[in-house]
């Protein structure tokens, strides 16, 4: 009997330990936001930061764990915290936006966010969203598999976490404010950085750059993030290849380069085996543009350093990309494939609700305040999206009059050529808060077509509270007649945030299962200044659990 019992008491020992395993967690952050004293090109000034750190934090958590964020503001700004990627499954409050989902939390205030992570693993960011405050105000996300749940790729020996950045000499903000007063698009920043160091920078002989540090034979899993606020990059180490098996938190089938590019917004997880033979190897980012339109040309040069390593060792150099060089970044993005698995499948919508076409660029309008006498802008549609002052989802929710129209056009009022000849009627464009309503559960393609007026560039497109499929894309105008024949609505990539080729267009789908206000907007910060951007209103299903939760107590207040 003694025996039988003593048993049956070790199986529940190894039960209760099971459970203890595998349950979701809560997991819980402190985010204070203060400012401090940083030394990067030949100077210090204050930035400002979460916990004093830049890059900030890394927020760790698990598939299905919920996740309660603190955040007191302690720094002479208003601030917003958005958790790029993070679907916020009836947790628009939490999503971060200001006055899209919340009024900004001012100097010594606290607001908690708390958000559960469902169907979701991998590298993604969180930053600051309002102003240009997320140039200093970042940091990872990573979100492991389920206990017991391996990678659908070889297990690496460790994981590095690479976030890509800007540097300005002077306050980010202020680069901002230059455009409101002057109606001209504001200065290029003066260094990209990685994990916060800006590599050797001309005339400047204290900057240094970062060093990642590995041990030859061992593999390491590269989470890699462009948290930069206005710049597309190539992210290359010498001599060494990446197998790409991950992008914004969704699996890929996996694909060798030796160079990746990515927007900002977008995440990258690859792995990078040590290879080579004992010694340092360039690490370098550098910028992409394929048009005439202003860059940081400077290339940021740090060090990948192999254990063993002796000091007089010179780094093994190898050239970077072209700042145009618009094939390999076609190369990149048509290798991405969903993996599309019995356990991942890629749940593309095929029959669809919403047929859009939104067409994204930037123009011009008159500005008597402006010391141009013009102001630069930007636009979906033609419609210069002007931010409330009352948040758009408690509008909503609330049944607030006046703070929007939901006429917000789901094509073009007056199509023209839009990657032909500039005139002055595609030049200008109309102000508006207006957004996109669309049935709970409903299916949307929205076909992102750039212009060529004024400055024909790409854009990162980031849509907040879902994922997408990117079914196709291609130059020039969309054709609605041939186009959708080349559509992949097998096994396209899911993201959520894409390029928009440069004068071309590219077609996305998803579902429109999570109630609430959602963003869609540039991801360059220049452009979403401007007025690249909208939202969609996404209306209640059926019951509780198809509608938002009510908001919560401390929600700040404008």
């Known amino acids: 009997m003694a025996s039988w019992v003593g048993s049956v008491m070790i199986f529940l020992a190894v039960v209760c330990l099971f459970l203890t395993t595998v349950e979701p967690k809560v997991r819980h952050y402190n985010f204070n936001v203060v400012m401090k004293n940083f030394t990067r090109l030949c100077g ?10 830049f890059p900030g934090p890394t927020l760790y958590a698990r598939e299905d764990d919920t996740v309660i964020v603190k955040l007191v503001n302690n720094a002479p700004y208003n601030i917003t915290i958005h958790w790029h990627g993070i679907r916020q499954l009836r947790s628009g409050w939490s999503d971060g936006p200001a006055y899209v989902t919340q009024c900004p939390i001012q100097t010594g205030q606290t607001y908690v966010y708390n958000f559960t992570i469902t169907g979701q693993r991998g590298t993604l960011l969180w930053h600051a969203h309002i102003t240009w405050l997320r140039a200093t105000v970042h940091g990872a996300i990573v979100i492991l598999p389920k206990h017991g749940v391996p990678y659908p790729f070889p297990k690496p020996d460790h994981e590095k976490i690479i976030v890509l950045g800007e540097w300005w000499k002077s306050d980010a ?102 290879n080579q033979k004992v010694g340092k190897y360039m690490m370098a980012i550098s910028p992409f543009m394929d048009t005439s339109v202003a860059v940081d040309n400077l ?15 010179p780094t093994t150099f ?42 994204v660029g930037v123009g011009v309008n008159p500005c008597a305040t402006c010391s141009s006498g013009n102001r630069v802008v930007a636009s979906i549609n033609n419609v ?50 207006r957004v996109y309503r669309l049935a709970y559960n409903s299916t949307v393609q929205v076909v992102l077509q750039g212009n060529a007026v004024v400055a024909p560039e790409s854009h ?99």
């Open 44 to 53: 210090t000034k204050p930035i400002v930061t979460v916990n004093g750190m």
């Open 460 to 558: 990162p497109i980031h849509l907040h509270g879902f994922n997408f499929f990117v079914v196709g894309k291609g130059s020039g105008n969309f054709d609605p007649v041939n186009d959708p024949n080349t559509f992949n609505l097998v096994d396209p990539v899911e993201r959520n945030t894409l390029n928009v080729p440069t004068a071309g267009w590219a077609a996305i789908r998803f579902r429109a299962d999570n109630p609430g206000v959602w963003f869609l907007h540039c991801h360059l910060e220049v452009h979403t200044t401007w007025g690249l951007k909208m939202a969609f209103l996404v209306e209640n299903g059926e019951g509780p659990n198809e509608s938002i939760m009510p908001p919560p107590k401390d929600l700040p207040t404008c």
């Open 318 to 359: 190898s050239a970077v990309p072209a700042k145009n060089a618009t094939p390999e970044t076609f190369q990149f993005i048509d290798a991405l494939k969903s993996l599309n698995s019995p356990k991942y499948p890629a749940l593309v919508p095929l029959n669809i609700d919403h047929s859009l076409l939104f067409v």
């Open 384 to 433: 210069t999206f002007v931010m409330p002052t009352t948040p758009l989802l408690q509008a909503y929710y609330y049944n607030i009059s006046g703070v929007f129209t939901d006429d917000f056009p789901g094509t073009p009022v007056m199509p023209y050529n839009y990657t032909g000849n500039v005139t002055t009627m595609n030049m200008q464009t109309k102000n508006g808060t």
């Open 299 to 313: 290339t940021d040069i740090s060090t990948v350093r192999y254990k063993n390593t002796k000091t007089y060792t």
């Open 173 to 274: 903000d202020a680069v901002m404010n230059q455009w409101m007063q002057t109606g001209l698009p504001p200065n290029v920043s003066d260094a990209h950085t990685i994990n916060g160091f800006p590599g050797p920078v001309p005339n400047c002989t204290t900057s240094k750059g970062y060093t990642l540090h590995v041990e030859s034979g061992k593999t390491y899993l590269i989470r890699l993030i462009n948290a930069a606020l206005n710049e597309d990059l190539f992210f290359k180490v010498a001599k060494h290849q990446f197998t790409v098996v991950e992008v914004d938190a969704c699996y890929v089938k996996p694909f060798e380069t030796d160079t990746m590019y990515i927007a900002p917004g977008q995440t990258t997880t690859a792995l990078l085996t040590a």
